[in-house]
């Protein structure tokens, strides 16, 4: 399976201010994902990062509030723009492994307060 | 859209007793996926289902694939205090918008040594 490395693992802003997390694979990948769990929640999919095009976001996700970029096929970036509290989740990179299945990163605990 | 129902919600067992739970859903999925999550960490994947009945075990860790598509259980035998943590049911299908998975909400397992 692909091992994939988040950044940052955590971290504590101020609300309006805007956090860019990373994602980083060991191997080249079609389809990386960019997943939120909520405080006690389960996991919602944002959107789909696409190399050499934009992303595609689910319901309820924006691109001027989670802009994404997918430069090649090893990495992907989530920003999450003009943070408020209820922002505060765990962000979550994951990519898609031909027989193996979804594999996901370690995550990013986002405080804003 | 979709939806899971994973039941229970928690579970709080005896070391060395056996665990069950499910998922269940109102439509037809192609995959099913078993995920385990500790505090802190991303959602691992224990035990992937590409064909309806198909059963397929992991070590102590043993999944089902509903006939009707529509459900899926894992069992855990004789189970351990590093059982402890969030276990995920999550469902695939490959018509809908990239193939993304739907999440359940997860069952909270607990094991008193």
Known sequence: SAVISQKPSRDICQRGTSLTIQCQVDSQVTMMFWYRQQPGQSLTLIATANQGSEATYESGFVIDKFPISRPNLTFSTLTVSNMSPEDSSIYLCSVAVYNYGYTFGSGTRLTVV | ?113
Do not use: H
Not at chain 2, 24 to 43: R, V
Not at chain 2, 104 to 110: A, D, F, M, N, Q
């Open chain 2, 1 to 113: 859209g979709q939806q899971l129902n994973q039941s229970p919600q928690s579970m709080f067992i005896q070391e060395g007793e056996d665990v069950s739970m499910n998922c269940t859903s109102s439509s037809i999925f192609n995959t099913w996926l078993w995920y385990k999550q500790d505090p802190g960490e991303g959602p691992v994947l224990l035990i992937a289902l590409y064909k309806a009945g198909e059963l397929t075990s992991n070590g102590r860790l043993t999944a089902q694939f509903g006939i009707t598509r529509k459900d899926s259980f894992l069992n855990i035998s004789a189970s351990i205090p590093s059982d402890v943590g969030i276990y995920f049911c999550a469902g695939q299908n490959y018509g809908g918008s990239q193939g993304n998975l739907i999440f359940g909400k997860g069952t909270k397992l607990s094991v008193k040594p």
